[in-house]
C-alpha cells in the first residue's frame, strides 16, 4: 500500500537515508528499528512528507539544503512531490515524535483539531472509539496537554492521529520515555486499533523487544541504510538482531 | 530507464580549512585570506571621512554610524542572548538626555560627557528593564517600545529638560574629523569588541540562556544576573550613541525617543544578516544611505523600506553577510548521487 524505492535524504552533504526501500501492505503493522541517529525520524518524515516542508523553510531562511531522491508511493502511485496537508487527505497520518499534543489545549480539544479532515460523524465515532480504547482518557477529557504524564499524552497524540482517519497510521518511537507498564498497554492499545479499524500502521521505535510481538514485518536500520528485513520469525532467530535490539546476548 | 541523479553540494574551500588552523601563520596567502574582509571593512570606514569631502555626506556618515551601533546593540541582544528589544529609541534618548543634561548644566566638556552617558545611560536603561528581565517571551519587546513613548510624554508633561523645545545649545565636538571618528572608532571597537565578547565563557552562558534558560539556572547560574549585564551593554552602546548624536545636532530633545531609532536597525539587521554582528553594521551602511537619497519621495520613502525589508524576508532571510560569507568560505559543485 505505502511503498518507498531507493529513498535517500541528504542534509546538506551528510547522508541521513541511503536508499531506503520499504513497503508496507494492507492491514500490516512494519516496524522500523534502529539506534539514535539511524534515519527513524527522517524516514518518517520523508514518508508523511513533512519533509518537504523543512526542506521550503530552511531552503528560504538560506540553512541547509535538503535533497530528497526516490520515490515513495501510495497504492503504486507517487506521491513524492504531494504537500504533506494532502497526503493527510490521502490517509497518512503521522504521529511524531515526543508526541507534541498542544500543551494549551484540552484533551478533548486535542483530539477535535485532529479530526478536522473527518467529517461530523466520522469525528463523533472516532472520538468514542478513542475512549474505548484508551479508558483512562475518559476521566481526563477536560484537562490541558501539558499537564498529562508521558504515557497519557502518548494515549492522546495517537488519539489525535486517529481522528484525521488514517489509512496508514506511521508512528514514530511511541514509546519513547515510557514505562514498560505503560508500553504494554499502548502496544495492545495499537495491535487493537489496527486490527479494529482496518488500518496499516508503520512503527518506528529504538528498542524492538516491546514492539516485536505485534509486527508482521521489520525493518532494521544502521546509519541510514536498511541493513536487515524480514518477518518477525525470521528475524526473531537471527543472532545479530537478537543481540543488538533484544539485549539478550 | 536509469536517469543520472545529480546534487549541488556545498564544499568548504581549501584555503578556508587550511586557514582555519595553525596553518594560516605560516603562509601569507592563508593570512591574507583570513584579513582581507576585515581589512576592507576597518580601512574602508576609516577612509571614508576623505572619500566624502561634502559636509552633507559627512553627516550622512556620521548617523549611519550611529544607526549601526544601534544595529549591533540589536543584534548582539537578539541573537546572543535571546533578548528582543525594541528599545533603540530607548537608549538613544536616555544617552542623548544624559550627555545634554551633563553639557548644558554641568559644563562637562563632550570628552568627558560622551562616556559619562554611556555608562549613566546605561545604569538608568538596566535598572528600568530590570523588573522584566526574570520574565522569558515577548515581555521585554513590549517594555522596551513603551519605554521611550513614556519618557517623551513624561519630559512634555512635566516641562523637563526644556520640555518640548529639548536642551539647546550644547557643544559641539572639537571638527567634523574628530566627530566622525569618534562614532566610527565605536562602531569598530564595538563590532569587534562584541565578536570577541560573544566566544569568551560569558559570551557562552548568554547564548546558553537564549538556547534553554532552565539548563542554565540548573547549572546554579543567576540568569537574571546575566540578562542584565547583557541589556547594560548593549544600553550603554545605544546610549553612547545618544550622547553623540546630541552633540552632532548640539541639541537634545524628545524626537530622540522616535521610533525610527528602534525600527531602522531592526531593517538593518534582517537585510545584513541576523546574528553575524558586521551584517547589521552592513545593513545600515546600505539603508541609510538609500533612504537619504530618497529624501526627495518625502514619506514614500517608508513604503520604499517595507518593500525592501519583505523582499528580504521572503527571498533572502538569511541576509547579505551570511550570504557573502558563505561564497567566501565555500564553493558549491554537481555531484552524481
Redesign the interface.
Known amino acids: 500500500m505505502l511503498e518507498a524505492k531507493d529513498l535517500?535524504v541528504?542534509y546538506?552533504?551528510m547522508l541521513a537515508l541511503n536508499n531506503i526501500s520499504i513497503k508496507c501492505d494492507d492491514n500490516q503493522i512494519v516496524g522500523v528499528f534502529g539506534a539514535n541517529s539511524a534515519g527513524k525520524s527522517t524516514l518518517m518524515y520523508a514518508l508523511s512528507g513533512i519533509m518537504l516542508d523543512i526542506q521550503k523553510k530552511e531552503d528560504?531562511?538560506?540553512?541547509e539544503?535538503i535533497?530528497l531522491?526516490g520515490d515513495v508511493l501510495l497504492q503504486n502511485r507517487s506521491i513524492m512531490d504531494m504537500k504533506p496537508s494532502l497526503r493527510a487527505k490521502a490517509g497518512i497520518i503521522l504521529c511524531p515524535e515526543r508526541r507534541r499534543l498542544f500543551k494549551e489545549s484540552s484533551v478533548l480539544e486535542n483530539l477535535r483539531i485532529g479530526g478536522y479532515l473527518a467529517t461530523r460523524a466520522e469525528a463523533k465515532q472516532t472520538m468514542e472509539y478513542v475512549m474505548e480504547v484508551f479508558p483512562a482518557l475518559i476521566k481526563l477529557k477536560k484537562r490541558l496537554g501539558g499537564f498529562l504524564s508521558g504515557g497519557e499524552q502518548q494515549m492522546v497524540a495517537i488519539g489525535r492521529a486517529l481522528m484525521a482517519q488514517p489509512k496508514i497510521l506511521l508512528l514514530d518511537e511511541p514509546l519513547l520515555g515510557l514505562s514498560p507498564f505503560m508500553q504494554s498497554t499502548l502496544i495492545r492499545g495499537i495491535k487493537v486499533i489496527q486490527e479494529e479499524r482496518n488500518i496499516s500502521v508503520i512503527i518506528s521505535e529504538q528498542y524492538a523487544r516491546p514492539v516485536f510481538p505485534i509486527v508482521d514485518y521489520a525493518y532494521i536500520l544502521e546509519n541510514g541504510a536498511a541493513v536487515m528485513e524480514g518477518t518477525r520469525e525470521e528475524l526473531m532467530d537471527n543472532p545479530d538482531v537478537k543481540a543488538a535490539y533484544f539485549g539478550v546476548s | 530507464m536509469s536517469t543520472q541523479?545529480l546534487?549541488?553540494?556545498?564544499?568548504d574551500r581549501g584555503i578556508k580549512v587550511r586557514s582555519d588552523g595553525l596553518y594560516a601563520l605560516m603562509s601569507l596567502r592563508e593570512l591574507s585570506y583570513l584579513t582581507l574582509p576585515r581589512f576592507v571593512l576597518i580601512a574602508g570606514m576609516l577612509s571614508l571621512p576623505f572619500l566624502m569631502p561634502d559636509m552633507y555626506w559627512q553627516r550622512v556618515i556620521s548617523i549611519v554610524c550611529i544607526y549601526a551601533i544601534l544595529a549591533l546593540s540589536f543584534d548582539f541582544l537578539a541573537h546572543y542572548v535571546g533578548l528582543v528589544s525594541l528599545g533603540g529609541a530607548f537608549f538613544i534618548g536616555t544617552g542623548g538626555y544624559v550627555a545634554g543634561i551633563l553639557n548644558s548644566y554641568y559644563g562637562i566638556p563632550p570628552v568627558l560627557t560622551v562616556p559619562l552617558a554611556a555608562i549613566i545611560g546605561g545604569a538608568i536603561c538596566t535598572l528600568m528593564l530590570l523588573p522584566c528581565l526574570p520574565l522569558k517571551g515577548v515581555y521585554f519587546a513590549i517594555v522596551t517600545l513603551m519605554y521611550p513613548l513614556f519618557m517623551a510624554r513624561i519630559i512634555e508633561a512635566f516641562d523637563l529638560f526644556g520640555g518640548t523645545d529639548g536642551l539647546a545649545g550644547i557643544d559641539s565636538f572639537s571638527s567634523a574629523f574628530a566627530e566622525q571618528y569618534l562614532v566610527i572608532c565605536t562602531v569598530l571597537i564595538f563590532l569587534f569588541g562584541l565578536r570577541r565578547f560573544v566566544t569568551t565563557d560569558m559570551g557562552l552562558i548568554f547564548t546558553a540562556v537564549m538556547d534553554n534558560d532552565q539548563a542554565v539556572k540548573a547549572s546554579g547560574i543567576n540568569i537574571t544576573k546575566y540578562k542584565a549585564l547583557a541589556v547594560f551593554i548593549a544600553s550603554s552602546a545605544g546610549c553612547m550613541a545618544g550622547a553623540c548624536l546630541t552633540h552632532i545636532y548640539m541639541w537634545s530633545g524628545i524626537s530622540q525617543f522616535a521610533l525610527d531609532f528602534s525600527i531602522l536597525p531592526i531593517a538593518a539587521t534582517v537585510i545584513g544578516g541576523a546574528g553575524t554582528l558586521a551584517g547589521p553594521v552592513l545593513g545600515c551602511f546600505i539603508l541609510v544611505p538609500v533612504s537619504e537619497l530618497l529624501r526627495d519621495f518625502g514619506t514614500l520613502r517608508i513604503v520604499f523600506y517595507a518593500s525592501v525589508l519583505v523582499g528580504f524576508i521572503?527571498?533572502?532571510?538569511?541576509?547579505i553577510m551570511?550570504?557573502m560569507q558563505?561564497k567566501y568560505e565555500q564553493f558549491e559543485r554537481w555531484t552524481k548521487?
Open positions: 535517500m541528504f546538506e552533504n528560504m531562511a538560506g540553512g539544503r535533497t531522491t | 541523479k546534487r549541488k553540494e556545498r564544499i521572503l527571498f533572502r532571510s538569511d541576509g551570511v550570504f558563505r548521487i
